[in-house]
């Protein structure tokens, strides 16, 4: 099945100690967005690729990085967690082409990120 | 204000119960989206809207663009229903998403 899949399912790392969270999807959509999501709170969008152009949103922290190597895989990278990135983080797909940006958007399962 | 609005913001229910969550938003817009997340879990897209009214099994979602307003419906609900339900909407000329604060449901055998 086509899926959006994220790993790891739990992450723990220590204050301060880099962490890379990985998206891949087999669904072949040129729009990959990450979403930061605190307990009881709406997702907060990141950062998010068109095809290769990477959009970031204003108020994303400088911490908080991106890749996308390729169409299937994208990276979110955390370059100094402290405790307040303790969150869940979704990644999501869409496909958008031509007149049509807007689209339903694919959630993986998510990546809990714990900071000790 | 929150550009979208979500009511309730917490609904329990027993078991078999018809359901009403519904969602407000302030912003033009060219998709509405019923998401639900269970807890400590991913989200799951249920419906996304541009006019009128879908069905998908027990679940019915409804959207009135004059009134900028949308309802999602779950009839004869179960206790795996139990989840959050978002509301999000696809503002004009954009690909993002601005999400509502959720409805917290808990549905009791």
């Known amino acids: 099945d086509a899926m959006v899949i994220q790993n790891p399912r739990y992450q723990v790392t220590q204050f301060g100690k880099p962490v890379t969270l990985s998206c891949s999807q087999t669904l072949n959509h040129n729009v990959m967005y990450w979403y930061q999501q605190k307990s009881s709170q709406a997702p907060k969008l990141l950062f998010h690729y068109y095809d290769k152009d990477f959009n970031n949103e204003a108020d994303t922290p400088d911490n908080f990085q991106s890749r996308r190597p390729n169409t299937s895989f994208c990276f979110l990278d955390i370059r100094s967690p402290g405790l307040g990135d303790a969150a869940m983080y979704l990644c999501a797909t869409s496909r958008a082409s031509g007149g049509t940006i807007y689209n339903e958007q694919f959630f993986g399962p998510g990546t809990r990120l714990t900071v000790l | 204000k929150n550009e979208v609005e979500q009511s309730p913001q917490n609904l329990t229910a027993q078991e078999g119960e018809f359901i009403t969550i519904n969602c407000s938003y302030s912003?033009?817009?060219?998709?509405l989206h019923w998401l639900q997340q269970h807890p400590g879990g991913g989200i799951v897209s249920l419906f996304m809207l541009s006019s009128g009214k879908k069905k998908h099994g027990r679940l019915i979602a409804t959207i009135n663009i004059q009134e900028k307003h949308s309802s999602l419906h779950i009839t004869a609900s179960h206790p795996r229903d139990s989840a959050v339900y978002i509301c999000?909407?696809?503002?004009?000329?954009?690909?993002?998403?601005?999400f509502g604060t959720g409805t917290r449901l808990q549905v009791f055998p």
């Open positions: 999000a909407v696809s503002p004009y000329n954009t690909d993002k998403l601005i």
């Open positions: 912003v033009g817009i060219s998709a």
